[in-house]
């Protein structure tokens, strides 16, 4: 499945060339109006941001999802074709990880977000979300500052579920990241997945099976 990936601009025509050159490897999601993304939040694999924007331009839109509850702390690159020296050091400066020249060919775009993308989900120690904390180099997870009582293989379970939000995680995926062998029979992924919800019983998401899809992280009001 794709990594979901947003683009916020207020030119349609940038909109629209951009979410073509990409599609080919991400699903992309297209607003026009910063006001718009932020009202209708979701998180994503990565965000690129347009700089020059009426209103809220986007220097100020990058401060207001770091700060938003449901940001999941994943990769905000700025795309623009005004490169000059000050924008890249106030992109870099706030914490960008990258900053795309809008000329930039196809295919080197999608490598640098894809490895914006990868570093992303490889590379953090402390993940945070929503009121539950995961501690990678300890190996332990609290939800509202209590420590939860995991297995080893929950554990790892919830940590891949996490880096990959919102995106779908494969049955092959999951046997090979969290067993580490060729084959795990359905049932017992599915206890070990049922378990592990009734251990966050009192966070506001939860794992969902999707039958032969796998599973995914999601919001308790969004389970279908």
């Known amino acids: 499945m794709k990594s979901g990936v947003a683009y916020i601009d207020d030119d349609y025509s940038n909109l629209e060339c951009i979410k073509t050159m990409l599609k080919p490897a991400y699903e992309v999601d297209i607003y026009e109006k910063p006001e718009l993304f932020l009202h209708d939040f979701k998180p994503y694999s990565a965000i690129l941001i347009d700089i020059h924007m009426p209103g809220i331009d986007g220097f100020d839109l990058y401060e207001r999802i770091i700060e938003h509850e449901e940001y999941n702390g994943c990769p905000i690159l700025f795309i623009s074709t ?4 000050q924008n890249r050091l106030k992109s870099f400066t706030l914490g960008a990880v990258d900053f795309i020249d809008r000329r930039t060919s196809q295919s080197e775009m999608i490598a640098r977000i894809k490895s914006r993308i990868e570093f992303f989900q490889k590379h953090r120690s ?9 501690n990678l180099t300890l ?6 500052n209590e420590e939860l009582p995991l297995t080893f293989i929950e554990f790892k379970i919830l ?3 996490l880096r990959n939000y919102p ?3 494969t049955k092959a995926q999951l046997v090979e990241q969290v067993w580490k062998t ?3 029979l359905d049932a017992t992924i599915y ?3 049922s378990n592990l919800n009734g ?7 939860e794992i969902n099976g999707l039958k032969s899809r796998g599973i995914q992280l999601v919001k308790k009001d969004k389970v279908l």
């Open 199 to 205: 251990k966050l019983s009192k966070w506001d998401y």
């Open 126 to 134: 402390l993940i945070e979300f929503s009121s539950l904390r995961i």
């Open 167 to 169: 995106e779908v995680i």
């Open 191 to 193: 206890t070990h997945v």
């Open 182 to 184: 060729g084959h795990v």
């Open 82 to 85: 005004d490169d000059s020296d």
């Open 159 to 161: 940590c891949l579920v």
């Open 139 to 144: 190996l332990k997870a609290f939800l509202h």
